[in-house]
Every structure is written in C-alpha cells, then in structure tokens.
C-alpha cells in the first residue's frame, strides 16, 4: 500500500469527528439541501465545488466526474484556474487514485508525493491538497481542494468533504432516477394514447361489426323466401318422370343454386353476433340414417354436376335414432357434405357414415378425397368468416366461411360437439359427436 495512503487512513482512523465549528455544519447542511434540489448534474457540480472551497476554507476546489477510464475536471472554484474541461487518465491523477481505493487522500507536499503527477501542478498555485471520493454502488467522480501553501488537511476538514461528497452522490443518484421516472411516465402517456386509440378502434370496429350483422340479417331474410320458393318449383318439375333429360339436367342445376342461397340465408342468419348464444334446438326423436339419405338426396343433384357420389357407407345400423334438432342437424350435415363435395376432386367420392357409440353418444363422420385441413388450422376454420389461404381456385371460393361457424354452434347447441380428425386415407375427417 503506498505509504501516503497509509498516512491518510492512519490520520482518519480516529473516533467520528463532531463539528466543532457550527457554522460549518449549517454550510454544509445548507450545501445538502441546494445539492438535493438541483436539477441536472452541471448544477450539483457548481454546488459541490463551491461548497467544498468554502466548508474548508481552501484557495480553490474542484469537482471531478469520472468519464470511463479518465477524470473529467468539470468545475472549479478557485483564485486562479486549475484544469476546468481537462480529462487524466485515472492511473496518473490523485483523483483517479481516490475512486479506485475508495479512499480520501491528504497530501501536505505535492513536491513529495509519488501520486501527484508534478507537471500538471507546477503552473498550478497548488501546494498541498485534499481529495475524496464520490461514491455510490460505483465510483462516479471527487471533490478536491487546495491551498497555495504547505499545510496537512485537519480530519474535521476531511470528514466535512466526505460528507459533501456522499451528499453530492445521493444528489447524483437522484438525478438519474428522475431520469428514470420522467421517461417512464412519457412511456406511461404514450401508452395511455394508444389505450385511447384501441379503445376508439374497437368501438369503431364493433359499430362496423354491428351494422354488418343488421345488413347479412336483413340480405337473409329478403332471399330466404325467394330461394325457398325456385326450390319448391324446381323440386316439383324434377318430380316429372316424363321431363326429358335436359330439362332435368337444368332444373337439377337451379335446386343446387337456390339450396345454396337458402342454405348461406340461413348461415347468414344463425352466425350472425346478435344472435350468437341464442341459438336452441327443438328436440325430437329423429331417424339419423334417414336424415343422411335426405341429405344426399338433396347435394345428389350438385355431386352429379361434378361427376362425384356421396357414399353412405355401409356399417351404419340401418336404423340410428336420436332426439335432436331435425333441421338444425340437416343444415349441419348439408354444410359438411358440401364442403366435402367442393374440395373433393371431380369425379371422386365423399362418404358419410353414422354409428352408435357407448351410449350416450352418436357419431357422424364425413370425409372426403380432398387436400384436407392442416394440423395448425383445424380450430381456426371454425371462426366465422374463416378461409384457408391458397384455396382461392374454382368451386371453394364461392363460400363465405360461415358453414362451419354454424355447424359448431348448431352441434354445441346439442351439448355435442364437432373435430377434425386425421384421415388415413388423405382428405379431410369431419366428426360430429351428439349425445343421443
Ligand atoms: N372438406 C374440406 N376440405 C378442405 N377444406 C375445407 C373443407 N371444409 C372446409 N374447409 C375449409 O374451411 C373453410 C371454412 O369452411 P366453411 O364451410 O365455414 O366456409 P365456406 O365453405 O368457405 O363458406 P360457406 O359459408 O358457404 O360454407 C373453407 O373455406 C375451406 O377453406
Ligand atoms: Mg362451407
């Protein structure tokens, strides 16, 4: 350890020093307080330097910052200039020495102490000094004074500059949370505008949300009847065993279309935000297997079109009966089917199939020849206006992504519920699952 050091610890290792002079202790307090208040780090080095000159009574005094490796003399108060705006490198200045030990240093002879670096101090009126680190969790800078003649610092004046010192760091620390707070409330208004702005968009957005839904209810409602209408008319016609075949073929294309407007009214209808929840089914005893061969009546017509069969597979009991929703349950199916039919290829297959499960439940499955639906995809084709990208081509982008949302509400309306599962033979696996 150097031996100055030594001297400096050894003169210090005292009991606490009181304040004997009493306006000292008021300078000081007095010090504290400008320190506590001042606003931005120029100020609190104004402040220490002139308080540190002061409580000692020095010819001057400075206020050292440390800048990475380097001490940045950033203020003075002395009878003639020092160093103000000069950076030393921390290994070759008293006040680099102070922040590495942590230590205050007292030097009655700068002539003779190995630490002070004695060009820097020859044009200087400095002859003897004292210095003190300011510290926090990290050494930010010193205090220094001096006087243009020989002298050995008291210990009453050491300890008032260390107390300055520890002050201006406090002072220091401050400065840095105020920085913290301010910025974080300016983060805090900002985030309070972009609060503001979602809110308005969602209020904006549930408003659009609201007049679509009144406009699909009112666009349902003016062509359920309509399509209800060509469906009947074209039903009877197909009745005619003598209607020749090309007429047949043309009526067969109009009960597709009209099927397809009533059964999009009704999605329409049944998926729109007003209504959801509301959603109850009439329960009665039903025939499922007659249910199916009623829907692939119905889709006959638009699979024929494409050259495709839909397939009741055998396995089915002959007779699987349930209480649920006639027409709710029909529509489910005829939603199924035809996606089925739309995304399977032309002249292909689609197959239906109901089985009895342990009691209670009854299982429909409706797979296809199709691409199928990804993993990752599966729950979200059923949020309203769902569609899978890159199925834009042809048939599948006639849809408005209602089918499913339906089929869900209508099947959980049950107490059931519907999953895509995977197919073994590639093509999509849709599963409604009722409580029978
Ligand atoms: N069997 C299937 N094979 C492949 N993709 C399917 C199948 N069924 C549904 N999808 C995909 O899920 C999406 C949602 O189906 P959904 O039935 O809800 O709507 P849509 O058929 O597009 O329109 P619509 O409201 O007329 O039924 C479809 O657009 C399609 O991308
Ligand atoms: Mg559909």
Redesign the pocket.
């Known amino acids: 350890m150097n031996p100055n050091a030594a001297d400096d610890l050894a003169r210090l290792s005292g009991p606490v020093l009181s304040f004997r002079e009493n306006h000292s202790a008021e300078r000081l307090l007095c010090a504290l307080q400008e320190l506590w208040r001042a606003p931005d780090l120029q100020s609190i080095a104004r402040i220490a330097a002139r308080a540190a000159r002061e409580l000692t009574g020095a010819d001057g005094a400075s206020f050292v910052l440390r800048d990475g490796e380097l001490c940045h003399y950033v203020q003075e108060d002395a009878i003639s200039s020092l160093w103000q705006g000069r950076r030393f490198p921390m290994s070759s200045c008293l006040s680099g020495w102070v922040m590495q030990h942590r230590s205050p240093a007292v030097v009655d002879d700068i002539a003779l102490d190995p630490r002070i670096p004695s060009e820097v101090y020859r044009p200087t009126f400095v002859r003897s000094m004292a210095m003190v680190p300011v510290h926090a969790r990290a050494p930010l800078g010193a205090i220094g004074c001096y006087w243009g003649s020989a002298r050995v610092a008291t210990a009453h004046e050491v300890a008032l500059l260390q107390a300055l010192a520890d002050g201006t760091a406090v002072a220091m620390e401050n400065i840095v949370l105020r920085e913290c707070v301010e910025k974080a409330q300016a983060r805090m208004s900002e985030l309070d505008a972009a609060t503001r702005d979602l809110a308005e968009r969602c209020g904006a957005l549930a408003d659009s949300q609201r007049q679509n839904d009144a406009l699909n209810e009112l666009l349902a409602h003016d062509l359920r009847s309509p399509a209800a209408g060509i469906l009947l008319t074209a039903r009877v016609r197909l009745r005619d065993q003598d209607l020749p075949e090309r007429e047949r073929r043309r009526w067969s294309r109009v009960l597709c279309s009209a099927e397809l407007i009533q059964r999009?009214a009704m999605?329409l209808l049944d998926t729109s935000s007003r209504r959801l929840g509301t959603l109850v089914p009439r329960l009665e005893e039903i025939d499922l297997t007659a249910l199916l061969e009623e829907v692939a009546e119905i889709l006959e017509p638009f699979a024929a079109s494409r050259g495709q069969r839909i397939e009741l597979r055998p396995g089915a009991p002959r007779s699987c009966r349930l209480r649920a929703d006639g027409g709710l349950l029909r529509r489910v199916l005829q939603?199924l089917v035809?996606?089925?039919l739309?995304?399977g290829p032309a002249l292909g297959a689609v197959y239906v199939e109901a089985r009895r499960l342990d009691a209670p439940w009854v299982e429909v499955v409706v797979r296809?020849e199709?691409?199928?639906?990804p993993v990752h995809l599966r729950d979200h084709?059923f949020d309203r206006y769902?569609?899978?990208d890159g199925?834009d081509a042809g048939l599948?982008s006639?849809?408005?992504?209602?089918?499913?949302?339906f089929c869900k509400l209508a099947v959980e309306a049950h107490g059931g519920r519907i999953e895509v599962r995977d197919n073994e033979g590639g093509g999509?696996c849709?599963c409604v699952l009722l409580p029978a």
């Open positions: 999009t999605n939603n035809d996606n089925a739309r995304h296809d199709g691409p199928g639906i084709i769902a569609r899978l199925q599948s006639v849809g408005r992504g209602l089918g499913l949302t999509s849709f």
